[in-house]
């Protein structure tokens, strides 16, 4: 018997002259009207559902209207199971694996389904489509790509695809172009991806954006802002993806003047500053030192997501404002709009550490696991072992560092190394050497670093003991370098 549900959804949906109600005699009205429709009216109703009950209905009368085997209906009733919010990617699969024959279309749907959370099960789903004699097209591989960027390996799938995408003949294809240009780059080949890029003779904006995205996620910050002046001079106007890509390349190469340059286009064409770009410009601003025009920026944003209130608070602790940054924590926590999260807390204890709060930042660390449900990462353990550690509290960041879920590494055990040095504690030195040399044995700069301290505490024979030890061992401190720019 037909769900109840179904008239009054499809009196709702689609306007009929029969008054369709779930009486027996009715039902047979109904039923013979369906039958007499048009195939797309059920195909309009997959695309229109709004529930997962819905959908099953539809499934439910094509089945006994024989229109099952309609592929457009078919199709826009797989979607809609597919790719809904409220879909079921299981029942989805299911309908797939009865059909005789599916289209590319239902290929490219199942790929699609699968590409973000099992994007294995989409390369799988590839091969498969190829076994059977489909033949791949330019929206095949977009969605094949973005499968294969979240991939751990990604750069041995993104060439394999890449020659399928030669073979096929949709290399200068743009938006297949863009899918190799995204894959190479988040493997980090941006060789391969400028190439792919090049070689595409008409550009669009979306891939000029990916390409500059691509800088910049791998810190080629010169050739991202080289490319984007390119596509400036091409006639491309810059839109809000490519907009916040630059801004973000602005803060980390400190491009102040740049991003103020960018900042005014967006105000002269009247550019809608949402969250994104928003928090693009506070970064921006936040990260090379232009604190009161980033706190501008922000109180007058009228909504704010966590990454925002993490630029601020971040921008706050790194140039010295720890009153406003623990100040704007607070904000954070009273509002109860944005939660928390654990870059947040680096940024807070990051301030802990600049201003020595210990206490302070006792609490704040405490508080993570305990009042917000966040486990503390290496960062936290390394900005508390630091905060310990300038606060002379050497023995308690070794506790710390004890404590820690997971094997100390280099990076948390140098800053210790660092603070037994500014305190002049060789005891706590002579331990951490130890840790050092055994996680990383080539590390000399250690003996030199002991051998120092030694000597500053009027320990002479240590020092002669520990460069005797080197010399017999041929052991040389790492020559120190900088880099210049211009």
Known sequence: ????????????????????????????????????????????????????????????????????????????????????????????????????????????????????????????????????????????????????????????????????????GLCFDCHVGNGLVRGYSVSGDLVDARYVFDEIPMKNLSLWTTMICGYAQNCCYNEALDLFERMVVVGFEPNGATLASVLSVCARSGCLELGERIHEFMRVKGVEVGVILGTALVYMYAKNGDILTARKLFDEMPERNVVTWNAMICGLASHGHVEDALGLFECMKEEEIVVPNAVTFVGVLSACCHAGLIDVGREVFCSMKVVHGIEPTIEHYGCMVDLLGRGGKLLEAEEVIKGMPWKPDVVILGALLAASKNNGNTEVAERVVKQILTLDPHNHGVHVSLSNMYAEAGQWQEVSRLRKMMKEEKLKKAPGWSLVTT
Not at 36 to 57: E, F, V
Not at 147 to 159: E, F, G, I, M, Y
């Open 1 to 168: 018997m037909l769900p109840p549900k179904l008239p009054s959804f499809i009196n709702h949906r689609i306007p009929t002259t029969v008054s369709l109600s779930t009486s027996s005699s009715s039902w047979l009205q109904t039923t013979s009207s369906l039958q007499n429709q048009n195939p797309p009216t059920l195909a309009i109703l997959a695309d229109k559902s709004t529930t997962i009950q819905h959908l099953k209905q539809i499934h439910a009368q094509m089945i006994i209207t024989s229109r099952i085997n309609d592929q457009f209906a078919t199709s826009r009733l797989f979607s809609s199971f597919a790719l809904s919010p409220f879909g079921n990617l299981e029942h989805a699969s299911r309908i797939f694996s009865s059909l005789h024959k599916p289209n590319s279309f239902m290929w490219n749907t199942l790929i699609r389904a699968h590409q973000q959370q099992q994007p294995h099960i989409s390369l799988s789903l590839y091969i498969q489509m190829r076994r059977h004699g489909v033949i791949p097209g330019k929206h095949t591989f977009p969605f094949l790509l973005k499968a294969c960027s979240s991939l751990s390996n990604v750069l041995p799938h993104c060439k394999q695809v890449h020659a399928h995408v030669v073979k096929f």
